[in-house]
């Protein structure tokens, strides 16, 4: 069942714990206001510093992603969590 999985995976240790999914929140969330205010006000500079923060973002993902890789080739017998 779904209570008992979750239990048992609640035991184990992350397998990756330095993930900063808040901090790629944080930085959408400000990317989404500004893409609003862009359309709003046709700022086209603030158009192009959301773009940049979107390629921003895009790395922090490839990094996260490739520790996740890393650590998996670690302990590959360990679940994600």
């Known amino acids: ?6 239990r048992a ?3 184990l240790q992350p397998l990756v714990s330095t993930l900063d999914f808040p901090e790629i929140a ?3 969330s ?3 206001r500004q893409s609003l205010e862009t359309l ?3 700022d086209v500079a603030l158009a ?8 921003e973002i895009d790395r922090l993902h490839r990094g996260m992603y490739e520790q996740v890789k ?3 080739k670690v302990e590959p017998d360990q679940d994600a969590q």
Do not use: E, K, L, Q
Request: a positive charge; zero cysteines; charged letters at 20%.
């Open 40 to 42: 709003v006000n046709f």
């Open 48 to 55: 192009r510093s959301v773009i940049a923060a979107d390629a």
């Open 1 to 6: 069942s779904i209570a008992r999985r979750a």
């Open 30 to 32: 400000i990317m989404v």
């Open 70 to 72: 890393a650590a998996v």
């Open 26 to 28: 944080r930085r959408a």
């Open 9 to 11: 995976y609640a035991a």
